[in-house]
């Protein structure tokens, strides 16, 4: 069983930046992708914000972050990261980091996965 570890977050000012980290532990961890999700006060679903393939690398990003938030991650893929840069109030939400076995774009679509942090909250004051 995997579990992710999620950190970084806390309170900036807006046009300030935050790294979130994900870490991800467990002997049966063979993930396919990872990347993050996030839920606004007052928000019941969870919004889609990024996503990786650890296979290939491949990335998607949510319009709204787009061009300002870039995920990556570590040779060792089990350690994911989301360098949000420019930030605004309306990305104050709780961030939650997901590990998923099937496809990016089914994840994205979904908001369903496999294994999900606890959350990590980033509040951007105006």
């Known amino acids: 069983q995997a579990q992710l570890v999620e950190s970084g977050g806390g309170l900036v000012h807006a046009g300030g930046s935050l790294r979130l980290s994900c870490v991800a532990s467990?002997?049966?961890?063979?993930?396919?992708?990872m990347g993050w999700f996030r839920q606004a006060p007052g928000k019941e679903e969870r919004e889609f914000v990024s996503?990786?393939?650890?296979?290939?690398?491949?990335?998607y990003y949510a319009d709204s972050v787009k061009d300002r938030f870039t995920i990556s991650r570590i040779n060792a893929k089990t350690t994911v990261y989301l360098q949000m840069n420019s930030l605004k109030p309306e990305d104050t939400a709780v961030y939650y980091c997901?590990?998923?076995?099937?496809?990016?774009?089914?994840?994205?679509?979904?908001?369903?996965?496999?294994?999900w942090g606890q959350g990590t909250q980033v509040t951007v004051s105006s």
């Open positions: 467990g002997r049966a961890f063979k993930s396919y992708v």
């Open positions: 997901a590990a998923a076995d099937q496809p990016a774009v089914w994840v994205m679509n979904t908001k369903r996965a496999r294994f």
């Open positions: 996503i990786i393939n650890l296979v290939d690398n491949t990335t």
